[in-house]
């Protein structure tokens, strides 16, 4: 079983090979059964690498063996990391004061709830392939957000 606490499985294009996705979607799907918040996305045009902030200080030689993407590594690093703190905000563990950067951050997460419902449009940064809001989550809103990144990160 798993516990039913958010959860957010973010990857790169890189991780998304058939047997990482079986094992990892697998995980999500027994979380959305749980009544947990998950999503399960992944950032467009990044390298496993960029998860973490290396790529900002070493960018050229990890692109040149595939372990950074297309994107400029400080773009790459903001989209990951700004997905992660609108996640923890949307499950409540951060406080988003209104008109806050965490507060922007908050609605790109909750943008992406509902694009798990349709194909993700070309321009945005994210790509979704599951999400559910637990019991205890916000309300999601009924018009779509947004699905870049605070400070016009978008394509």
Do not use: W
Request: proline share 11%.
């Amino acid at each position: 079983g798993v516990a039913p606490v958010p959860t957010l499985a973010l990857l790169t294009p890189s991780m998304m090979y058939p047997g990482n996705e079986r094992k990892v979607g697998g995980v999500m799907r027994r979380l959305a059964q749980s009544s947990a918040t998950a999503l399960y996305a992944e950032v467009r045009d990044t390298r496993h690498q960029e998860i973490s902030d290396f790529p900002c200080i070493n960018h050229s030689p990890l692109r040149f063996f595939c372990m950074a993407g297309a994107r400029p590594p400080a773009e790459a690093h903001a989209l990951q990391t700004s997905l992660v703190a609108g996640f923890l905000a949307l499950a409540g563990a951060l406080d988003a004061p209104a008109g806050s950067e965490l507060a922007a951050q908050r609605e790109v997460a909750r943008g992406l709830f509902l694009a798990a419902e349709e194909p993700p449009p070309e321009e945005s940064d994210y790509i979704v392939h599951g999400a559910s809001l637990g019991a205890a989550a916000p309300p999601v809103p009924a018009s779509p957000m947004a699905l870049s990144a605070p400070g016009g990160l978008a394509a």
